[in-house]
């Protein structure tokens, strides 16, 4: 017999899930909303669309990035594949041309035989449960009114909300090359390197930050803090805590030597390629919450950036997220007694679950197919060790003693100490990766051994 699952939302975690279940056997209903109702940050109505930054983080193996990346390899997900394929220089970093890698996964997912593509939105969650025989909601951070409310309907409980930013993009023939120049941090300045450099000088950097901050916002409210999360500040928030706090956060000028002097800048903004050819840059860090004019006029401050044609101008949105830890079991599976008359199980996938990051999302829908698909075949799905570092995520952000939750990405700080505890920085990192990766190893054969990373019977 074949099962039906229906997912909503067509992000990296919806689409990671589609492709999962879709290559196992399962007949997949894949609901987007786009282009029928648009958001304020999609551009286009592609599946996998990255709508902040082009990259997905490290790829160093004693990293927690690079661990989640080796996670999703060995699982043998589609998403990052694609993402692969489609990389483009960022020193250590897996950056994507963002067309090309949702192009790619779009391709995929319409052209797969077991797939069907709704396009519209999706807000009577009673009426797909009568159709389908499981329910997987990866709607994103940019969840539609409609389905929000039908989803609160699902928790008792009110949807939480917070804020997130996006950085702008400049096209690469508009930047001043007489003023920027091209390295990576700690790398030899007449080596090159994947990144491009603004370096400020003192004045210039004091001029930059009265100006920010005096800019005009979208969203006319001084923000506290537990409205912003945190890896997303944007850059005029992070000024207002201190006149220097860029200049020890985003515009770090540790490692860099300006060419023209010999010497460290005082300040620098580094760009990112933003495609493979190299025809666009993000400034990386500079989310941001400024009108557009704004942002034309405070941004053509920073050295090289003077006559900057914006490719891409930085938009500030809501993202919502449920109360996870209260809401979730490990398979990510809704708990509520509202969820249980739907009839079907309902999981919740990806940064509306309340992960952050692009791999976390991806690694959360193939979390999702693998316990849809063992669920289904009436087999249990195999623990996923809290020493792996998605299965310590998944444990913050499903114990119930986890309070005051915010949406939170893989690092070391939520994983299991050594005890007693190795001193040093890298020694430790190097433990944590080998003791994940050994983790990581017995469970994918206990999903082999449970027959959950091979197609099921049509």
Known sequence: MTHHVTII??????????????????????????????????????????????????????????????????????????????????????????????????ERILAHPRIEVVRGEAVDLAALAQETDALVLASGPLT????????????????????????????????????????????????????????????????FIEELLGAERVIKKDFESKDLFQACQPIEEIARAGHDAPRFGTLKPVGLTDPRTGRRPWAALQLRAEDAFGTSYNLVGFQTNLTFPEQRRVFSMIPGLEHAEFARYGVMHRNTFIDAPRLLDNHNRLVTPQAQTLGVPVYVVGQLAGTEGYC??????????????????????????????????????????????????????IMRPFEPRIRNKKERYRAYADRANAALTSYRAALDKAGLMTPSEM
Request: hydrophobic share 45%.
């Open 9 to 106: 939302g067509g992000g990296l975690a919806g689409s990671e899930a589609a492709l999962n279940l879709a290559n196992r056997g399962f007949a997949v209903r894949l609901w987007e909303m786009r282009p029928v109702q648009p958001t304020a940050v999609h551009h286009s109505d592609q599946f996998a669309e990255l709508v902040c930054s082009n990259s997905l983080k490290s790829m160093k193996p004693d990293s927690a990035a690079g661990l989640l990346k080796e996670e999703l390899t060995v699982l043998e997900s589609p998403v990052l594949a694609a993402a692969k394929r489609h990389a483009v220089a960022a020193g250590g970093a897996l950056a994507v041309d963002r067309e090309q890698f949702a192009a790619d996964i779009t």
């Open 144 to 207: 539609s009114d409609g389905l929000s409310s039908a989803l609160m309907d699902l928790t008792g409980r009110d949807a939480l909300a917070f804020y997130d930013a996006a950085a702008p993009v400049v096209m690469a023939d508009s930047i001043d090359m007489d003023k920027v120049f091209r390295q990576s941090r700690y790398e030899d300045a007449e080596a090159g390197g994947d990144y491009l450099n603004a370096p400020f000088s003192r004045e210039e950097y004091d001029a």
């Open 360 to 413: 976390e999302a991806i690694r959360s829908g193939l979390h999702g197919a693998l316990a849809v698909a063992a669920d289904l075949r009436g087999v249990p799905l195999p623990e996923l060790s809290v020493d792996t570092v998605y299965g310590a995520l998944l444990h913050y952000a499903t114990e119930e003693t986890t309070v005051d939750y915010q949406p939170m990405h893989v690092n070391f700080g």
